[in-house]
């Protein structure tokens, strides 16, 4: 069964810690994992889709990567406005369906 | 990217009435999809609205509790039927623009008394 578990549930930083957040996942043939930021009472912001392991991307202060089993959420020299949920999610071949975890609850203090 | 709407924004209603939600997008899309998200859990897929004709359900979600309309490739609605408190959630429609990028409406809370 396609699964995706988030570590850790949440996550206090000072402005300027840097940090990781984790995404394992299972899924029978992946088509794409996928990084959502969701601010509280809004819907999910979507932010990236890695596709193959060793792929990276970045945005701003965060860097996504993923490995045949996880993918990391690399938030650099965070600010107090990065504090959100992240989610993560998956995708198996030949179909639209995401796989969410239940995400990390990020805040940052000033 | 794509603007998406949702009415409403929340409600609350009593059990075993219905309440139908909107999603509206400001272009075409061929693929949308309406997801729940219960207090303190991940998102569920609902359903695949199809347009044109019926909407393929996930495993643990039925037509007659949860009917989706999709009329054209811009606007879907779902109905949460005879509803208990149970279904207090917030449910989200999402939209598939470019290949492999799903957009998410800003949701409606609902709660059930």
């Known amino acids: 069964e396609d699964q995706v578990t988030q570590s850790p549930e949440a996550l206090r930083l000072q402005e300027g810690e840097s940090s990781s957040l984790n995404c394992s996942y299972t899924v029978s043939g992946l088509r794409g994992l996928f990084w959502y930021r969701q601010d509280p009472g809004k819907g999910p912001e979507f932010l990236f889709t890695?596709?193959?392991a060793g792929e990276e991307k970045e945005k701003e202060r965060l860097k996504a990567t993923l490995t045949k089993k996880e993918s990391f959420l690399h938030i650099t020299a965070p600010k107090p406005e990065d504090s959100a949920t992240y989610l993560c999610?998956?995708?198996?071949?030949?179909?639209?369906?995401?796989?969410f975890g239940t995400g990390t609850r990020l805040q940052v203090f000033p | 990217s794509a603007v998406i709407s949702q009415k409403p924004s929340r409600d609350i209603c009593q059990r075993g009435t219905s309440l139908t939600i909107q999603c509206q997008v400001d272009s075409q899309v061929t693929m949308m999809f309406w997801y729940r998200q219960q207090p303190g859990q991940s998102l569920t897929l609902i359903a695949t609205a199809n347009q044109g004709s019926e909407a393929t359900y996930e495993s643990g979600f039925v037509i007659d509790k949860f009917p989706i309309s999709r009329p054209n490739l811009t606007f879907s609605t779902l109905t949460v039927s005879n509803m208990s408190p149970e279904d207090s959630s917030i449910y989200l429609c999402?939209?598939?623009?470019?290949?492999?990028?799903?957009?998410f409406g800003p949701g409606t809370r609902l709660t059930v008394t």
């Open positions: 890695l596709y193959s």
């Open positions: 999402s939209v598939e623009v470019v290949s492999d990028e799903q957009y």
């Open positions: 999610a998956v995708q198996g071949q030949g179909t639209d369906k995401l796989i």
